[in-house]
């Protein structure tokens, strides 16, 4: 194949109520607007040279929510330009009373995971430079990255999802 993509451009996500959406991510995120129909969608970026990396797309307040075991998007992943900037957004989910899901140390990268007020999945994440990952020749390329070396407010959930994992 001689082409291939250069990047994800964005993703278009359905939301309850765009304005509400909206005034969420730009909140928490800082995501900015570029385009904004009141009862339709808004066009949202944290990359000002892109017109959108999220089109949240209003289909009505009655709307289903996501749930568990069905086809569909899991989560979408924001990345922090640092592990502070991460540690800084974690204080403000606590801050403003959001639920943390669960927090994964994959080794290479640290996630927080939570859900917007649609239920739609959102990784808040740091992921190491490349030259730091690990690799595991027989199992996920990053497989082999020793977990542990990002330390944060999110050590004591870490402890208590290791724990639950052995218990089971």
Do not use: C
Request: glycine share 12%; net charge negative.
């Amino acid at each position: 194949m001689g082409y291939k993509p250069r990047n994800l451009g964005h993703i278009n996500l359905y939301v309850r109520n765009a304005e509400k959406a909206r005034d969420w991510y730009e909140d928490l995120l800082g995501l900015h607007t570029y385009g904004f129909r009141p009862g339709r969608a808004a066009f949202m970026t944290a990359d000002l040279d892109n017109s959108h990396e999220i089109a949240l797309t209003e289909v009505g307040e009655n709307a289903e929510g996501p749930h568990g075991g069905q086809v569909g998007l899991n989560h979408m992943a924001w990345y922090m330009d640092s592990l502070d900037d991460l540690k800084e957004l974690y204080h403000r989910v606590k801050e403003k009373g959001i639920e943390i899901e669960h927090v994964s140390d994959h080794g290479h990268a640290i996630g927080v995971y939570i859900r917007d007020p649609d239920g739609n999945g959102i990784e808040l994440s740091y992921e190491m430079p490349r030259s730091e990952w690990g690799h595991d020749e027989n199992g996920y390329m990053i497989g082999g990255t020793e977990k542990g070396r990002m330390p944060g407010p999110w050590d004591e959930e870490l402890a208590q999802n290791a724990a639950a994992a052995a218990s089971r």
